[in-house]
């Protein structure tokens, strides 16, 4: 059974829940049988192995894929029928920024598309939450893959509402600094009732995050 990070009012209807989940890829089945839900105050870890469908799971959970079987809910609506629902977060392992673009440009720019808070305040708030304080009108040619990870990052930091977080790889080549302001970020959402579903490859903090895990090695 699996523990919850805050227990959920039970009358609360859960942020996502997949009953009977099947995934797809090409001619190999990658999942079955998969049910589970993520519930306001939860952060829940995706495990597995290269390959076993990590992220096609966070696509299905995104409305950006339909499952091969079973059915996918946000807030009880099937996720590939609200995929413009406002009131959750996909990031995906690519930081989708431009070159050419600053760093505040560029988080501007993000912002703006996904109809969050973009003033000149919020998004300097929101870098200087991820330690870019000295790095804001840089190009984003010139900023290292951390710096970038905290650049795509910094989406979170403005959010501010009870929302569904799906994150793919976020802890991607962000050094122990990075990990911290990630962390904080996510407990913070927690606290206010927002749920977190995410993939990483690297350990976890558990003690302060108390995460609970999904492994679909034991859905191949």
Known sequence: MLSPHVPPSPA???????????CR????????????EVAGGEIVWLRGRNGRGKTSLLRLAAGLARP???EILRDGVAASTSAVDRRFVFIGHANALKDDLSATESL???LRLHGRPCSAAAVQSALDRMG???RRTAAVRTLSQGQRRRVALARLAVEDEPSLWILDEPYDALDADGIE??????????????????????????VRLRPREIDLDRCA
């Open 25 to 36: 890829r090409g001619n190999r089945l990658l999942f079955k049988g998969l049910a589970f």
């Open 132 to 134: 870019l304080q000295g």
């Open 68 to 70: 091969e079987d079973g």
């Open 12 to 22: 609360a209807a859960p942020h996502l829940s997949a009953t009977g989940l099947a």
């Open 181 to 206: 302001r990630l962390n904080d970020l996510l407990l913070a959402h927690a606290a206010r009732g927002g749920s977190v579903l995410l993939t990483s490859h690297l350990e976890l903090d558990t």
């Open 108 to 110: 501007q720019f993000l």
